[in-house]
Every structure is written in structure tokens, then in C-alpha cells.
């Protein structure tokens, strides 16, 4: 089947974010993508007035579905398990883990995105630039390893920096990924990373960002 005209299911993980839900959902809602899309929202146990936010969203986009994060597991981060609920749900085999605080803005990026997409690419990770999306294509999920592991970009200080460098560093966007590779991704969330190992990683990314320009896609988006 072409990638052009596969489903894809969008995943995403918000806590007290009602007001970026009301402003940014929309953008991720109104894509012009003939083939079959859906968008869910796991909700963190959210305190403040998202679930009326989702439930006044879903009248007018029949595509949203939303569901919640039950008790916390003390074997399981709240991270990975939101996301795992998430692919549960999930109707289609593509799917895109992405980010509330960082929306797709142009109305055709899904479809532009699923024309380039490497259907032999097990993981594709996305990079929301000035110039445009920015897509890193890796054969194998644990040949995108480092990137996933890479304990930084979870914190806001680093997330907030000049996008212009976000590649370089590896700190993305969003995930592309197929559902039967889901759980390979997530064994890779949050694990522990030593500060000597972190260096490595760091050092490797940008090694293979800035000296052997690893292979991307730009899709412009202005």
C-alpha cells in the first residue's frame, strides 16, 4: 500500500495544557489528508480544565478521540505508558507521536509528509524549523537510539532553546513510527543515562548532524 494513502493515527500526551489544547488541536484536526487520520489525546490526570476543553473539541472534529492515564504504575513511567495507552486505541498502522506546544501549522504538512516518508524507515523523527519540517529517516528503531535516549531534550530549558539548532542536537519534535515497532520505541523511553554516557550521546549526534550530515528531507512550509 502507498504511504499516500495509509492512515495515520496521531498520539499525543498533555497535562494542564488546556490552553495550548484550545489553541494548537484545531491546527493538528484540520489537515487536508484524503486518507484516513485520527488524533488522540491521552490526558494526564489532568487539575485544571482540559477534559472540558477536549469534550467541547470533540462536538465539532469527529476524529478526536481522547482517554486518560489511569494510577500511576511504579513499574511504568508515566510517559511511556501514556503513549503505550495511546497505540492501543490507535485504529491505524503509522503512527505519529507528536507534541501539543508544537503544532503542524500548514494545513497540507500530513499529506506532504506522508508523499516523502520512507515506507522502508522503521522510525522517522521530525524537526519543526523556521524554514519548515525537517524529517530524519532511521532503517531500524535502534539505530535511532541515541536520539531517543537522549535524556536532555525532556527538560523545558533545552526543549525551549533557538529551534535553528534542533536538529543538531536531536532534540525532535515528533516520532513517525509503525505500530508494530511501537514497543521497541518506548523500551527506549526515559532510561537511565549516565552523565559520561549522556556526553557521548550528545557529542555523537552532533557528529553525525554538523560533520557527516546524516541524510534528511526539508519540507517548506512558508
Not at 532510561?191 to 549522556?198: E, N, V
Request: no cysteine; net charge positive.
Amino acid at each position: 500500500m502507498s504511504t499516500n494513502n495509509r492512515g495515520i493515527s496521531i498520539i499525543m500526551t498533555v497535562y494542564d495544557q488546556a490552553r495550548e489544547l484550545e489553541s494548537n488541536l484545531p491546527l493538528f484536526l484540520s489537515q487536508e489528508y484524503e486518507a484516513d487520520y485520527e488524533v488522540i489525546v491521552v490526558d494526564e490526570t489532568s487539575t485544571d480544565n482540559t477534559e472540558d476543553v477536549l469534550k467541547l473539541l470533540k462536538k465539532d472534529y469527529p476524529h478526536l478521540y481522547t482517554t486518560f492515564l489511569p494510577k500511576p504504575n511504579r513499574h511504568v513511567t508515566r510517559k511511556k505508558l501514556a503513549f503505550s495507552i495511546g497505540t492501543k486505541a490507535a485504529k491505524n498502522e503509522l503512527i505519529m507521536f507528536s507534541r501539543i506546544d508544537r503544532p503542524i501549522t500548514a494545513p497540507d504538512i500530513l499529506k506532504a509528509i506522508s508523499e516523502v516518508l520512507d515506507e522502508n524507515a522503521e522510525l522517522t523523527l521530525g524537526y519543526i524549523g523556521r524554514k519548515g519540517i525537517r524529517l530524519q529517516s532511521f532503517a531500524f528503531v535502534d539505530s535511532a537510539a541515541s536520539h531517543i535516549r537522549k535524556a536532555e531534550r525532556r527538560l523545558k530549558k533545552v526543549v525551549d532553546r533557538d529551534t535553528r539548532m534542533s536538529y543538531a542536537w536531536g532534540r525532535y519534535d515528533f516520532i513517525i513510527i509503525h505500530k508494530k515497532n511501537v514497543l521497541d520505541l518506548l523500551n527506549l523511553f526515559e532510561q537511565h543515562i549516565s552523565p559520561t554516557a549522556l556526553l557521548g550521546i550528545r557529542l555523537s549526534i552532533l557528529w553525525q548532524s554538523l560533520i557527516k550530515r546524516s541524510s534528511t528531507t526539508l519540507l517548506v512550509t512558508e
